[in-house]
């Protein structure tokens, strides 16, 4: 694991050389000159990536980062949502493309012949809390407390007022209106939808009997299009209760989860405890990072309702530039800088990956090659 | 043509002036080939796009239902069992919008043409086209940011009063329902029906309005017997256009609405009805597959259905021409 953070430092500094012996991983020349070019300014092209659009703010950030180690290097990234950017992906129209859901079996063997005979490579590298919000102007406590079960109670419409006694317990010191409570949900297929229901099914399966879904199984309800509609939505009237991208939260109250015995407000550390805690996805390989999240945890200081957005690449390019471009920016996303970018409130709010972790991308990264 | 101008002042030798004296045949031609060339691309371009939609749509229109399961955002439902709700609340929000607008556009357009002085009657005109330049994403942010507040302790008024006819019942605030989406559209359509409105009843003819005065009506009655009657067909293929654009509204339904996908006449409970135009910006980001024939063969439906409204209007509107021109 040293040898690994090694090379990223030296990735840092453009002086990697002599590490890529070390990991043991470089492949002849072809990796050498790709692993050596990250952030040390030597790169040039254009590279295109798509999709999720839940990345989009930390996207902008780590490529205004990414353009000022390497200017002569074009980055686009065009937020078409997770289903296009792998469409697009796969049919080769972009080089990299960010998903809120991993790839599926069809789509990885698609992958096999758009990346000329390599992998696809998926590394959850935009870790996003998923803030439960509400609009509760006369209410000053900084969080209301609700477990699991209520939270579903609330969604399922079968808890409907805010001064019902399963909220009034968990809150002993908060003075809750008698106020309707209006769950809000997003209107469009989303993955946030998809990871909140998750949560929801994981957590409270004994409530919320609708399983994870992409779309809001529930009719008859309030809803918005994107995270901006829900957010307008929830600021629309009183007593109203949505889920959105934690960094989207603004001034609009949110709920402390209930984890184990302890209610636990959203925060970027307690994010990045849940992916630790997390084992594997049952395909995951060397390349593809995907892990299955452990929602239902008990573990202390855990915030168990997160987004992980995956950036997908491929592992073999049928040119340099390419697999040094896009090698290069996926390790400055890694790095600490990058990650910490991304995690300013003003840019994405995201929860930077833990070192552990890193270490992992690295070695992924560093088997991107020339294919031939 | 210009150029052939100043050729004979340059007294230059006799096939130069030639050339000048007889432009005509080659530039009739030209322009002959440019404009035919241009009706024949419009022809094209819809064929076109009907070409694409059908092609595009079919795979949706003959797949089985195992095949439709595995599109998320259908949640189980028969192709037509998703589209027909979206059919229904795509004309329901048309008619709203219509039933709003029409009226209101009838009585602009009478004023412009017959209340108004000149002057204030073309500063009007101007403000109503004015209306017509605003994007419809604009119009969309009035309606969430201005338009909900506002209307919100009204329709709590009409769902305490007149709750009990199902069209008011469960209002639930924030203001996202079918009525809001109406409304809206009712303003975006405003201009091109009182446009088309004002333009027929300014050619009512003099005559029939001086006849009428002369027998002693009032300006109302005059109204009445000889602007009303001629400009009837005017206002009915003038609602068919703005229908046409209702029908089409993308953004500003996505905004101000909580889709739904059933068919009811709930107008002010959220989550009941949904554009097809709206439902297609909704979902096809996330779409991939199956999916994005879905949300094309609902295109293709919301093409014919647009397409026939519109047909339906010009065909009121050429037979009122015709019964004008034999007056």
Known sequence: MSALALTLAACGNGDASEDDASTGTGTGTTADTASNAGGSGELSGSIAGSGASSQEAAMQGWIAGFMDQNPDVDVTYDPTGSGTGREQFLNGTVLFAGTDSTLDEEELAAGVDRCFGGEVIELPLYISPIAVIYNLPDVDAEHINMDAETIAGVFMGEITSWDDPAIAEANPDVELPDLPIIPVNRSDDSGTTENFTAYLSEAAGDVWTHG???????????????????????????????????????????????????????SPEAAAAVVDASPAAEDATDLRLTVDLARDTTEAGTYPIVLISYSVACSQYDNEADAA????????????????????????????????LRGRVQAALDRITVAG | MATAAPTPSTSGPAPVVRAGRTPGKLGNRVFAGISTGAGVVILVVLAAVAIFLLYRAWPALVATREDLAEVGFMQGRSMWGYVAPLLFGTVLSSVIALVVAVPLSIGIALFISHYAPRRLAQVLGYLVDLLAAIPSVIFGLWGIQWLQPTLDPFFRWL?????????????????????????????????IITATIREVFLQTPRLHEEASLALGATRWEMIRQAVLPFGRSGVISAAMLGMGRALGETMAVLMVLSPGYLINFFLLQPGQHQSIAANIAAQLPEASGMG????????????????????????????????????
Do not use: C
């Open chain 1, 212 to 266: 994870e879904v992409e779309t809001w199984p529930i009719s008859g309800t309030q809803s918005g299009a994107q995270t901006s509609g829900m957010i307008d939505v929830v600021s629309g009237a009183e007593g109203t209760i949505g889920y959105a991208d934690a960094s989207r939260a603004g001034d609009l109250g949110t709920i402390a989860v209930g984890v184990g015995d302890d209610y636990v407000p959203f």
């Open chain 2, 292 to 327: 994005v024939d879905v949300l094309i063969a609902t295109g293709l439906i919301l093409f014919v259905l647009t397409f026939g409204v519109n047909l339906f209007a010009r065909w009121v509107i050429a037979r009122r021409a015709e019964f004008s021109g034999a007056n």
């Open chain 2, 159 to 191: 769902t305490d009063t007149l709750g009990w006819i199902p069209l008011f019942a469960d209002y639930q605030a924030p203001a996202r329902n079918m009525m809001t989406a109406g409304l809206v559209l009712a303003i975006m359509i405003l201009p």
């Open chain 1, 325 to 356: 471009n896009v090698k290069g920016l996926f390790e400055y996303i890694a790095s600490p800088e990058g990650q910490d970018r991304a995690a300013q409130p003003d840019v994405a709010g995201s929860a930077p990956i833990s070192d552990d």
